[in-house]
T-cell receptor, first 115, second 113 residues
Framework: SAVISQKPSRDICQRGTSLTIQCQVD?????MFWYRQQPGQSLTLIAT?????????ESGFVIDKFPISRPNLTFSTLTVSNMSPEDSSIYLC????????????FGEGSRLTVL | GDSVTQMEGPVTLSEEAFLTINCTYT??????LFWYVQYPGEGLQLLLK?????DKGSNKGFEATYRKETTSFHLEKGSVQVSDSAVYFC????????????FGKGTTLSVSS
């Protein structure tokens, strides 16, 4: 199984500021996925991050708002830029492990509250 | 596009009651289907999965059968416990291995003793 560490685990941020979330995996993976879970809601995919190429964003998410870096096969960052209260969510990093479909493992999440 | 529809919650049951949480999906191709669980204060973890039609996934007394004819993957447990109280998410993965999961809205289960 994959062990995924996210930092920070939680933070309280001021409107208009930006915050970078780090995701560290204990094994090399090709694709990493960033999800958002708004309060009481399901998980929504923000983007897929491949090492060595630009991230692929889902509809409704743009690079200027959620820039992603993927410098190597075990690490990625997601920045939430120019935050507003609507960005208050849990942000989760996830990776696949196992043959074929395997299992999608999730980090513990980063809970952001924007005031 | 692909989507997952889950029954609305919350679901409130007494201990030892029978549980069903309905999940239906819309997908092109042959998706894999998953149930994830999120216990209070914990991260999301896989409960069970099925990768092809008629497969039954099972774990911790929970079961779900991949029904292609009804595009369903309902979660069942014969006798729930207080410790089963959690949020349950149905999810699907497109036919290509390693693609992102699409999640349903989640169903909150509360079990009382």
């Amino acid at each position: 199984s994959a062990v995924i560490s996210q930092k920070p685990s939680r933070d309280i941020c001021q409107r208009g500021t930006s915050l970078t979330i780090q995701c560290q995996v204990d094994s090399q993976v090709t694709m990493m996925f960033w999800y958002r879970q708004q309060p009481g809601q399901s998980l929504t995919l923000i983007a897929t991050a491949n090492q060595g190429s630009e991230a692929t964003y889902e509809s409704g998410f743009v690079i200027d708002k959620f820039p992603i870096s993927r410098p190597n096969l075990t690490f990625s960052t997601l920045t939430v830029s120019n935050m507003s209260p609507e960005d208050s969510s849990i942000y989760l990093c996830s990776v696949w492990q196992g043959a074929n479909t395997g299992e999608l493992f999730f980090g513990e999440g980063s809970r952001l509250t924007v005031l | 596009g692909d989507s997952v529809t889950q029954m609305e919650g919350p679901v409130t049951l007494s201990e030892e009651a029978f549980l069903t949480i309905n999940c239906t999906y819309t997908a092109t191709g042959y998706p894999s289907l998953f149930w994830y669980v999120q216990y209070p204060g914990e991260g999301l973890q896989l409960l069970l999965k099925a990768t092809k039609a008629d497969d039954k996934g099972s774990n911790k007394g929970f079961e779900a059968t991949y029904r292609k004819e009804t595009t369903s993957f309902h979660l069942e447990k014969g006798s729930v416990q207080v410790s089963d109280s959690a949020v349950y998410f149905c999810a699907l993965s497109g036919g290509q291995a390693g693609t992102a999961l699409i999640f349903g809205k989640g169903t909150t289960l509360s079990v009382s003793s």
